[in-house]
């Protein structure tokens, strides 16, 4: 983790903070002098986050909660802000993610995904402006491709993650009076991670690693250190952006388009 930034005494949130992009997030941010808090339903993806960043040397916490959940968003964020104070930097990245064609599928399918990565980033935010520093705090939503890319299998995504970026710029241009910063960064292919492995067959990564203009996969750090950049001072005058990290894969269509597969036949 190679860090250009100073984060010293200032304070960290990071939502779905305990796995891929996000835990990178948290990283970068402990690596740069941090203080950090992680966030994520899950106990022991929590404890092995928290063990592992604070190796860092920065104080670490982590808290369960579900984004779906408001009051638990807003005890996480809470908890954080009592022992660390005001949040300089909240980051909103916990997200779901599955493949399925829109004629198979099922209303709670889709209402599964909005309600993690729309209403939850919402959840994220609205708790979390009570405990953010006004002014110069920067929040940073974790959005994708999908979000302005259509792509087959991909309607449940593709309405959320719009819809997020929706949400990003309207409270850029409410929050802004507050001195609080709003952006969404939508990252590419990043290697090794969930999203990844889960979403794209091997050899379709390698395929899509020589379409990518930069000639390359993105890594954690990639994101990392444009969420850093978000934070930091140097990027005070940047609120209410989307920004692509991605090697210029948008600038081919993402991954393009695919036939729509058959449906399953019902009954």
């Known amino acids: 983790m190679s860090c250009q930034f100073d984060f010293k005494g200032k304070t960290v949130f990071v939502s779905g903070g305990t796995s891929g992009i996000n835990l990178g997030i948290a990283e970068g941010f402990a690596a740069a002098g941090a203080r950090v808090a992680v966030m994520s339903r899950n106990a022991e993806r929590v404890a092995a986050a928290r063990e592992h960043l604070a190796r860092f040397g920065q104080p670490v916490i982590g808290e369960v909660g579900d984004v779906r959940d408001f009051e638990q968003v807003k005890r996480a964020l809470k908890a ?20 399925q064609p829109a004629l198979n599928l099922s209303p709670n399918g889709f209402k599964v995904v909005v309600d993690i990565d729309l209403i939850g980033t919402f959840h994220v935010l609205r708790a979390g402006f009570d405990f953010l520093r006004k002014p110069g705090a920067s929040i940073i939503n974790i959005s994708a491709p999908q ?23 309207v409270l850029a241009l409410e929050w802004g009076e507050y001195g609080v910063r709003v952006n969404s960064i939508s990252p590419g292919p990043i290697d090794k991670t969930g999203g990844l492995d889960k979403l794209i067959s091997e050899a379709d990564v390698k395929s899509m690693a020589e379409r990518i ?17 978000l934070g930091s001072p ?17 600038l081919i269509g ?3 388009h695919a036939p729509n597969p058959e449906p399953t036949p019902r009954n």
């Not at 954080?80 to 493949?99: C, E, P, Q, T, Y």
């Not at 940047?238 to 210029?248: A, E, F, Q």
């Open 80 to 99: 954080a802000h009592d022992v660390f104070g005001d949040i300089d930097v909240l980051v909103s990245g916990a997200a779901g993610n599955f493949l």
């Open 147 to 169: 979000s302005f890319n259509p792509a087959p299998m991909q309607v449940h995504v593709c309405a959320a993650k719009a819809g997020l970026d929706q949400v990003m710029r």
């Open 213 to 229: 203009p930069a000639r390359r996969l993105g890594t954690r750090d990639d994101i990392a250190q444009m969420a850093m950049f």
């Open 234 to 250: 140097q990027a005070s005058y940047i609120t209410g952006t989307l920004i692509p990290v991605d090697g210029g894969l948008a």
């Open 254 to 256: 993402g991954r393009g």
